[in-house]
C-alpha cells in the first residue's frame, strides 16, 4: 500500500521568492534615494537662481545710482568725497542677507564729468566666527 501511496511535495519557491522580495526592496530603496536627490537639487537649483537674482537686482540698481550721478543728482545713499582731482563716490546695493555690492567711482571734476569706475565688488557681510573647538590631542590621555 505504500507503493500505491504517492506523496505530495509543494513546490519549491522559497528561493525565488526571497530573490523576488530582495530585488522589489532594493528597487524601492533606489527610488527612494533618486526622490531624496531630486528634491536636494531642487533646493539647490532655488538657491542659485534667488542668488542670481539677487545679484542682478544690486546690479541694476548700481547702474540707476551712477547714470543719477553722471547727470549731477546724488541719491541719499551715496558718499560724496573731494580729491585732488575730482570727486570720489561711494556706494553700496544690498544683494542679499549675507551679500552686498560695493560699488566706488572717481568722476575726474565734477560730477557728471568722465569718471572711472574703481569698485563693482559683491562682498560677504555675513559674520564670521571662526571654530576655535577643536579638541587637539596633547598626548595624555
Request: hydrophobic fraction near 40%; charged fraction near 20%.
Amino acid at each position: 500500500m505504500n507503493g500505491d501511496k504517492q506523496k505530495f511535495s509543494p513546490p519549491m519557491v522559497g528561493g525565488s521568492s526571497l530573490l523576488v522580495i530582495f530585488a522589489i526592496l532594493c528597487l524601492t530603496i533606489f527610488a527612494l534615494l533618486s526622490l531624496s536627490t531630486v528634491q536636494a537639487d531642487e533646493r539647490l537649483g532655488k538657491a542659485a537662481a534667488d542668488a542670481v537674482v539677487g545679484y542682478y537686482d544690486a546690479d541694476r540698481n548700481a547702474e540707476l545710482i551712477l547714470a543719477r550721478l553722471r547727470h549731477g543728482d546724488v541719491p541719499d545713499t551715496v558718499k560724496l568725497t573731494e580729491t585732488e582731482v575730482g570727486v570720489t563716490a561711494e556706494y553700496a546695493c544690498r544683494i542679499s542677507d549675507t551679500q552686498t555690492l560695493y560699488v566706488t567711482v572717481n568722476f575726474n571734476g565734477a560730477l557728471g564729468d568722465e569718471y572711472t569706475v574703481t569698485r563693482w565688488q559683491a562682498v560677504s557681510t555675513a559674520l564670521w566666527q571662526p571654530d576655535d573647538d577643536i579638541k587637539v590631542w596633547d598626548g595624555e590621555s
